[in-house]
């Protein structure tokens, strides 16, 4: 079983749509986790960061639930710019990193 | 530099030639990443540099891999003797500490194919 699992996708949503991800994680020792935004054939970007509490960013909205060890990402009101892969990251500590396999979002006009 | 730069950008190599890739990170980031994204797959972890500490090479797959960093700046990834399974996009990335929640900037990768 892989550390970080994410649905491969494609998402096709229309413009407007609202659409979330989910990523499971298997290590309960992560402490933090993160969504990365890499579009095709270019590097990750950092999208934002998931708290225990909750993170919101404009239309994008994180959280993290370690009873099930998921986190999630809410995109509202979806934008042809939102077209990319979406990587679920978490972090066990240090500097280990996993990155999740990615969940491409297509939308569309 | 304003980013994290690797060189080259593209890599064509035949089976069983050596290659090596180059990351300089920002400047005044102490902390260096190299993965490697093979298509449709998620970025594995290779090896990490922090400061002047021995890296954690325990990303790598195979003896034929390995990286230097000197004097804390610019790494070198050195594959040898290349086989077909090692085409994949080689990421770099740094960050100004060790902490994750500082973010990753990556570079724009060496895309790696060998025939």
């Known amino acids: 079983r892989k550390e970080v699992e994410q649905d491969p996708g494609p998402f096709n949503v229309p413009e407007g749509a609202t659409v979330a991800f989910i990523c499971t994680y298997s290590?309960?020792?992560?402490?933090?986790f993160f969504w990365y935004r890499q579009d095709c054939r270019k590097e990750p970007k950092l999208l934002m960061s998931v708290y225990s509490s909750g993170n919101e960013d404009g239309r994008f909205t994180a959280q993290l639930n370690r009873a099930s060890q998921y986190i999630s990402l809410l995109i509202r009101d979806s934008k042809l710019s939102d077209s990319a892969t979406y990587l679920c990251v978490a972090n066990t500590g240090g500097f280990k990193t996993i990155f999740g396999a990615g969940t491409r979002l297509f939308v569309k006009a | 530099g304003a980013g994290v730069s690797q060189s080259p950008s593209n890599k064509v190599t035949e089976k069983g030639k050596d290659v090596e890739l180059r990351c300089d990170p920002i400047s005044g980031h102490t902390a260096l990443y190299w993965y490697r994204q093979s298509l449709g797959q998620g970025l594995e972890f290779l090896i990490y540099?922090?400061?002047?500490?021995?890296?954690?090479k325990s990303g790598l797959p195979s003896d034929r891999f390995s990286a230097e960093r000197t004097g804390g700046s610019v790494s070198t990834l050195t594959i040898q003797r290349t086989q077909q399974e090692d085409s994949a996009v080689y990421l770099c990335?740094?960050?100004?500490?060790?902490?994750?929640?500082?973010?990753?900037?990556f570079g724009s990768g060496t895309r790696l194919t060998v025939v």
């Open positions: 990335a740094s960050s100004l500490s060790g902490d994750p929640s500082s973010g990753y900037t």
């Open positions: 540099f922090q400061g002047n500490s021995a890296p954690d």
């Open positions: 290590n309960s020792a992560s402490q933090s």
